[in-house]
């Protein structure tokens, strides 16, 4: 069983950087692959980014490539997405997401744990 919690998140002006946290707990977490997923208003859930257990090969939506970036720290069970150069389109609530499985996917349905939600919002 994985806990998942995010924090982070706020109200920025567009071209601002905000870094958003997820605190996990759970013995098996360094074992797994997490996301980033964001849901705007009357939008569907989307991957923002990926990452696998050991912070090898990543993944990012093409709407946020060059923006965001995704880490991870095992030793302190947690992974972080920075991002900078915000824009509005990116105002949402981003979820934390881990898969209990060692292979990355992208789909929100390959993911089994998921965090509440930290809202981000970007005024123009």
């Known amino acids: 069983q994985v806990q998942l919690v995010e924090s982070g998140g706020g109200l920025v002006q567009a071209g601002g950087s905000l870094r958003l946290s997820c605190a996990a707990s759970?013995?098996?977490?360094?074992?797994?692959?997490m996301g980033w997923f964001r849901q705007a208003p009357g939008k569907e859930r989307e991957i923002v980014a990926a990452?696998?257990?050991?912070?090898?090969?990543?993944y990012y939506a093409s709407s946020v490539k060059g923006r965001f970036t995704i880490s991870r720290d095992n030793a302190m069970n947690m992974v972080y997405l920075q991002m900078n150069s915000l824009k509005p389109e990116d105002t949402a609530v981003y979820y934390c997401?881990?898969?209990?499985?060692?292979?990355?996917?992208?789909?929100?349905?390959?993911?089994?744990?998921w965090g509440q939600g930290t809202q981000v919002t970007v005024s123009s």
């Open positions: 997401a881990a898969r209990s499985s060692d292979t990355m996917v992208l789909r929100t349905t390959g993911y089994d744990y």
């Open positions: 759970g013995r098996t977490f360094s074992r797994y692959p």
């Open positions: 990452i696998t257990w050991n912070g090898g090969p990543t």
